[in-house]
C-alpha cells in the first residue's frame, strides 16, 4: 500500500469539489432553460403534490363571467303540419224553379189555373183575353130559345176558362142556372185563337118572363163562386131584338171547340 490516502490527499479532494460545482451548475441552468419553455412551470408530469395537471378548458368549458352558464335551447321543431282545409263534401243546392205559371212564363191570375200539357199550370183567362158573341140556333121565323155563347181566346197564350159562365139578361136578374150533367171535371184551356162554347137555354118555365137586349157574363174561378173580372155585356145574335127569359133558363158548362157538344144539352129541352 501507498502511504498515503486519497482522502487525506488535499489535491484531489479540492479538485471533486469544483467538479461538483461545474455539475450544479449545469442542473440549474438546464432547470431554467425548462421552465423559460414551459411557462407553467411544470414539464408535462405529475406535480410536486403528487396530482395530475388539469386539462385545459375545452370549447364547451366554463362560461366567462356575465356568460349564461348553459348552452341556449334549440328552437322547437314543429311536430306536426297545418290542418289541411277543409273540402265541401257536396255541390250546393241548386236554386229552387218555379213550378206554376204558363207555357209562355205567364202566371196564372183570379180563382187559379187549369192544367195544362206537361203538368205545368195554365194561366186562368180573364175578360182580356177573350172576345165574346152569340149566336142563334133555332129556325128562323121561330121563337129564339137556343143561343150559342162563344169565347174566343184573342191573347198570345194558352188559357183556361173554368166552371161556366156566371149570365144574366138584366142587371137586376138573378143568375141563371147551370146544367149539372154539362160538367166536363176539367177547365176548357184555349190555345190561341180557340173557341169554347157555352149553350144557353133562354126559358121554358113560363114564368116570370121578362125580355132581354143582351146578355151578361162574368167569368169564374176554379172554386165556387169565385167570379173573376169586370162583368162583359154581349150583344145577342144578329137579326135578334129582344129575347123572353123566364125562370126555366138554364146555361152550360164551357165546353172547349166542339159547339155541338154544348148545344147537345138544350136542344132537346
Not at 121 to 146: P, Q, W, Y
Not at 164 to 193: C, H, M, N, Q, W
Not at 218 to 224: A, K, N, V
Amino acid at each position: 500500500m501507498h502511504a498515503f490516502s486519497r482522502k487525506n490527499h488535499p489535491s484531489l479532494t479540492g479538485s471533486r469539489r469544483r467538479k461538483s460545482c461545474v455539475l450544479g451548475a449545469a442542473a440549474v441552468a438546464a432547470l431554467l432553460a425548462t421552465t423559460a419553455c414551459d411557462p407553467s412551470g411544470t414539464d408535462g408530469t405529475d406535480g410536486a403534490d403528487g396530482t395530475t395537471p388539469a386539462d385545459p378548458p375545452s370549447a364547451t368549458g366554463s362560461a366567462k363571467p356575465g356568460e349564461p352558464t348553459t348552452a341556449p335551447a334549440p328552437k322547437p321543431t314543429p311536430t306536426s303540419k297545418p290542418a289541411p282545409k277543409p273540402t265541401p263534401t257536396s255541390k250546393p243546392a241548386p236554386k229552387p224553379t218555379p213550378s206554376g205559371g204558363s207555357d209562355d212564363g205567364n202566371g196564372g191570375n183570379g180563382g187559379g189555373g187549369g192544367n195544362g200539357g206537361g203538368g205545368s199550370t195554365i194561366a186562368v183567362c180573364t175578360t182580356a183575353d177573350l172576345s165574346f158573341s152569340s149566336t142563334n140556333e133555332d129556325e128562323k121565323g121561330k121563337e129564339v130559345r137556343h143561343l150559342l155563347l162563344a169565347a174566343k181566346n184573342v191573347s198570345h197564350k194558352k188559357c183556361s176558362l173554368h166552371r161556366y159562365p156566371d149570365v144574366r139578361f138584366a142587371t137586376d136578374a138573378g143568375s141563371v142556372a147551370v146544367i149539372k150533367d154539362s160538367d166536363l171535371k176539367e177547365p176548357a184551356t184555349l190555345a190561341p185563337g180557340e173557341v169554347a162554347y157555352a149553350a144557353l137555354l133562354a126559358g121554358g118555365g113560363r114564368m116570370d118572363t121578362y125580355g132581354a137586349k143582351s146578355i151578361l157574363v162574368r167569368l169564374q174561378g176554379s172554386t165556387s163562386d169565385s167570379a173573376l173580372g169586370r162583368t162583359v155585356t154581349v150583344a145577342l145574335p144578329a137579326g135578334v131584338k129582344v129575347v123572353d127569359i123566364d125562370n126555366g133558363a138554364l146555361v152550360t158548362h164551357w165546353i172547349p171547340t166542339a159547339s155541338g157538344l154544348a148545344l147537345r144539352f138544350i136542344m132537346s129541352r
